[in-house]
């Protein structure tokens, strides 16, 4: 039978520290909370939890003014989100989770298992933002992104082309066609969020490196090897130095699960097993 039909997405609004959040839920079995990349949306999780549906529940959300979620007036940023994802952990009382983050997502999902240590056993990171040594460089590009993104919130006309080519670096494989065609045509709408969210990539407070060394669960790398934005290597030390965690590489840009859908299911099969067993309930 198609996975697809197999496991459809039941798609719900919910109500998460005041704010409407559209969330796609799918599966049966333990709990794994997906976390996308800025300007995605939940619907980058469609096609895993199509596969692995019949293994786990997926929960994944739009974040605000991403996907079906509307906008509001907190500026997007990784402590922002991980308090939205602890939100709805705790509206859904959702205990001995996964985590799964992607980008802005991974540094959302490092905060909220350090804030709620008792809901969260596992942590998949994937191309996870705020690992990355903070220099000069760094914060002037980020600044710079930012930059560009307010400049097509105010009407760029050239910025749909010029973000179509930004996007067939950042997702290059043929496997995720699917999902970056309709990220570049969603390019507008998200062009306010990503400016906010590029904004916060360089203050102080988006290195989180600290808040990883802190925690006390076991964490899987799942990483891009043609990332150019977050490189694996300015990541690897942090990565290898990670008490017990585990490190998968893939021939892919800024999402694995997306660009090597085979890979990366063999990698978080395998990972989720090897988790100590605990009880693992679904949302009511």
């Known amino acids: 039978m198609d996975a697809a039909i197999s496991h459809p997405a039941l798609v719900q609004t919910l109500e998460v520290c005041g704010l409407p959040l559209v969330v796609r839920r799918s599966g049966t079995g333990p709990v794994v909370v997906c976390l996308h990349a800025t300007g995605h949306g939940a619907r980058d999780f469609d096609r895993l939890a199509q596969r692995r549906g019949g293994a786990f529940t997926f929960i994944a959300l739009d ?3 991403q996907g079906d979620s509307p906008r509001e007036a907190e500026p997007a940023s990784a402590g922002r989100y991980a308090a939205l994802v602890g939100g709805l952990l705790e509206a859904l ?21 350090a804030n709620h240590a008792d809901r969260v056993r596992g942590l998949v990171l994937c191309n996870s933002g705020g690992l990355i040594p903070p220099n000069l460089f760094i914060r002037m590009f980020c600044r710079h992104m930012a930059r560009r993104f307010e400049k097509a919130a105010s009407g760029d006309a ?8 930004y ?7 043929p496997e995720a066609a699917w999902r970056r065609e309709e990220i ?6 998200a062009a306010p969020v990503l400016a906010e969210a590029w904004r916060s990539f360089a ?14 669960i076991p964490i899987l790398f799942a990483w891009g090897l043609r990332d150019r934005i977050l490189p694996w290597f300015l990541v690897r030390g942090l990565a290898r130095r990670t008490p017990g ?27 989720a097993r090897s988790l100590p067993e605990r009880e693992a309930r679904a949302p009511a």
């Open 63 to 65: 974040w605000p003014g």
């Open 93 to 113: 009382d959702l205990r001995d989770v996964i985590l799964l983050g992607n980008s802005i997502g991974g540094a959302a999902a490092i905060l909220c298992a």
């Open 158 to 165: 050239g910025f749909p082309v010029w973000f179509r080519r």
């Open 167 to 173: 996007y067939q670096q950042v997702l290059p494989r």
């Open 184 to 189: 570049v045509a969603g390019c507008e709408k």
């Open 203 to 216: 203050e102080p407070d988006a290195d989180i490196r600290p808040v990883l060394r802190g925690l006390r």
């Open 245 to 271: 965690a585990r490190i998968a590489l893939f021939d892919a840009g800024h999402a694995a699960f997306l660009e090597t859908p085979e890979a990366f299911d063999a990698a978080f099969m395998d990972f």
